[in-house]
Nanobody
Framework: QVQLAESGGGLVQAGGSLRLSCVLS????????MHWYRQAPGKQRELVAS???????NYADSVKGRFTISRDNSKNTVYLQMNSLKPEDTAVYYC???????????WGQGTQVTVSS
């Protein structure tokens, strides 16, 4: 069984920064792309950022230039550095990994990010 655990969220003022972490534990094979998603109340979950096994990154337009995704393969960990935070970034942030050909089916609890005006 594999398990995702997000951490690093909190309450910050607009313009502030947070660094999110997500660790995958369990019996793990062939981690490919790592992803960060977020979901605000009443909204659909959206893909925020991805990083491939070749370290290619992609970002949602709404966070481009402000967020940076990175990975540490030795720790089975993906990070999301969030700078210049806006109230619109307020959401629960979730990670997911592509394991082989499939994403992990079981989501973690997520970590709450709240950005005040």
């Amino acid at each position: 069984q594999v398990q995702l655990a997000e951490s690093g969220g909190g309450l910050v003022q607009a313009g502030g920064s947070l660094r999110l972490s997500c660790v995958l534990s369990g019996v793990i094979f062939d981690i490919r792309t790592m992803h960060w998603y977020r979901q605000a109340p009443g909204k659909q979950r959206e893909l925020v950022a991805s990083i491939t096994s070749g370290y290619t990154t992609n970002y949602a337009d709404s966070v481009k230039g402000r967020f940076t995704i990175s990975r540490d393969n030795s720790k089975n960990t993906v990070y999301l550095q969030m700078n210049s935070l806006k109230p619109e970034d307020t959401a629960v942030y979730y990670c997911n990994f592509q394991l082989g050909l499939r994403p992990i089916a079981a989501w973690g609890q997520g970590t709450q990010v709240t950005v005040s005006s």
